[in-house]
């Protein structure tokens, strides 16, 4: 009898490869029709270690609407689709995919990946009508958030593009999407809740103070103006 047959070792699958697409955006970029972005390896501020405040560049900017409420930063994309900061949009890019997490180890001199995430992310084309120091072209807004959330992406990426008036040289027609304050402010769904929940709290001292100032008032008005029909009669 032979000698027992050593099994065959198993076959590793062919795992075939993801085949790189490019950007919409380079299409443009060739042309020069869409507004060059400009590479810096500033580290941006942190929002999560540095509270917030202004003025607060892109960066900045992005990681609030990133991390802001969904429907309050759709309702202010919605805004701008209907005329308010005259922002009219083609979406040039919409994509969801995983990407890594790693974090820097100081003790070991590199980075440790943790894990992936998935996100969503959108560059938008945007009209532009030129400067006095840049000719016609498209600009871009841009969207990046955490999850499967194609609509919150888009609408960042609107917002985005409506805050940076400024610095492409367009005029401040007074739109709420426009003001940076008053976006970044109240995009913050934990500190918007908060806030509005404490007012279920009792306010018995400022109630009562209140109470008092209206009772005064209403005394002092009720006197004069029942004065003059007195010294009349």
Request: aromatic content about 6%; charged content about 25%.
């Amino acid at each position: 009898m032979g000698g027992a047959k050593t099994p065959a070792a198993p076959q590793t699958p062919e795992v075939a490869e993801t085949p790189t697409l490019p950007h919409v955006a380079e299409f443009l970029d060739r042309e020069g029709l869409l507004q060059p972005e400009h590479e810096d390896n500033t580290a941006p501020r942190d929002l999560t270690r540095e509270p917030l405040d202004f003025p607060a560049d892109r960066p900045l900017k992005l990681q609030a609407l990133a991390r802001g409420d969904e429907g309050f930063v759709l309702s202010m994309a919605y805004s701008t689709q209907r005329g308010y900061a005259r922002n009219h949009p083609f979406v040039g890019e919409l994509r969801i995919g995983r990407v890594a997490v790693s974090m820097d180890i100081p003790e070991l001199g590199f980075d440790i990946d943790l894990g992936e995430i998935t996100v969503s992310e959108c560059e938008t084309v945007n009209q532009f009508t030129g400067s006095k120091t840049e000719p016609p072209q498209f600009t871009r807004g841009y969207g990046l958030v955490f999850g499967q959330s194609e609509r919150k992406a888009i609408s960042m990426a609107l917002v985005d593009r409506a805050l940076r008036w400024e610095e492409l040289g367009e005029d401040d027609v007074g739109a709420p999407a426009q003001d940076a304050e008053f976006v970044l402010s109240h995009s913050d769904n934990v500190q918007a809740t908060g806030f509005l929940e404490h007012i279920k709290l009792p306010h018995y001292v400022d109630f009562q103070s209140e109470l008092e100032l209206i009772r005064r008032l209403r005394a002092e008005a009720m006197g004069a103006s029942s004065g003059p029909r007195e010294a009349a009669e």
